[in-house]
């Protein structure tokens, strides 16, 4: 008895230990989750491989799939058979001598059949319905390959638009250290009698904006990474990516041509192959309408075979033999010949051809929006190298200016407004080149898009 109650003691410290374990690789688990930091080719597989959107367009695939197999049997003769049975009970007169006696009478029958259908010609509709099929499935492929691109595109957005406000956080944070910097300067000023104490309220003022631009930064920070893990479909909480240091762009990155990208485009794009595919497939849905015209013939065949037993005989033969004997065979072939079918054909021609000539225009409609899209990428992308190569001289420009002003601040020969006022003109500037280079190297990431360059900061 002692011996079993050890064996339970040691029994449940080994399960309270397995346990203890399994929380603890639990907990590690979460951790590493929570502490992971996500790259640019992270975010964007996950992405591909987890938005909606993109399985929704794989699950129509195997539809797709479904339906090439589908559209294959119907090459494929057709074959059903049946059996049935029926119990029949009545009263039946029968002839016994000179009389006639109502007996009870029972009947049992069963039929057996097979029969085989296949089609021998129908104008082409099967083997256009066929190439339909495979065609619809070759559409859809290029759909879901649009669909991730735009996918991509849309994450390298949200993940630059995460490195532009860090980057806009650095210099707040900058600029607020700065500030405390120049408080205890100022108060190092006057106490030395130099200036005024006065300008040690102003320079606490400019110290509390300067924490309170900290605070908006953060916050759209934050705001940054929620719309990239929104974007991603995984918790918020713990979230973060890997910054990357942009490097400063150059004019280099900007293409100095736009035709080559619009040759690329309109012969690459997926959206201008998957016009192209619709195109095919209304001419096909035409010849199919066309069929209707056509006559078409079809064979079969059919094997059949009964027996029937009643109570009132016992001559039949047995129940196999009679399947044996009573055996039939039907062949037989059809032909319909379309003569009038209440213009039914003739309409379904006629919109087949209507939606074969939208699809053409569909078809330019779809190269003017790409052509529209990537003029007005290039002329985005020119404006923004103009502008940042006008941030850049803008910023140089007041560092200067908000040096000499400091130095002539700290002569005396300036008041705290006006050191103020160079201050804002210079963070103006420093912001004004952040937002600039953002834009430029945003614009330029659209046109490798267009012309199927990988994306990549």
Known sequence: MMMMTINRKTMMQNIKYKLAALLLLIGFSVTAQNNKVWTLQECVTHALENNITIQRGENTLLINEQDIIGAKGNFLPSVSGSVGHSLGIGTNRVDIGQQQVVVDRTTNSTNLSVNVNQNIFNGFRTTNLYKQAQLNLETNKLELNRMRDDISLNVANAYLNVLFNKERLETAKAQYE???????????????????????????????????????????????????????????????????????????LMYRDIKPILNYALENRNEIKVAEKNIENAELSTEISKSGFMPSVSASYGLGTNAFFTNLSQTEASFFQQFKDQKSHRF??????????????????????????????????????????????????????KAYIAAQKSLEAQQLSFSNTQERYNLGNMNAFELEQARIRLINAESSLINAKYDFVFKTKVLDFYIGKTIVL
């Not at 631009?213 to 719309?227: H, M, Q």
């Not at 059809?334 to 009038?340: D, E, K, L, Q």
């Open 178 to 252: 700065f500030s405390k910097k120049q408080l205890q300067q100022v108060k190092d000023l006057v106490d030395a009698g130099v200036q005024p104490r006065a300008n040690i309220y102003d320079v606490e003022a400019t110290l509390s904006t300067d924490e309170q631009s900290v605070t908006v930064a953060n916050n759209n920070y934050t705001l940054a990474l929620l719309n990239l893990s929104q974007l991603l479909q995984v918790p918020f909480e713990g979230f973060n990516v890997e910054i990357i240091d942009i490097d400063t762009p150059s004019a280099e």
């Open 332 to 385: 037989s072939l059809n032909v319909n010949i379309p003569i009038f079918s209440r213009f039914q054909n003739k309409t379904a021609v006629a919109k087949s051809k209507i939606r074969e000539e939208n699809s053409k225009l569909d078809l330019d409609q779809a190269k003017l929006t790409l052509e529209s899209n990537i003029q007005r990428a290039f002329t985005d992308a020119q404006a923004a190298l």
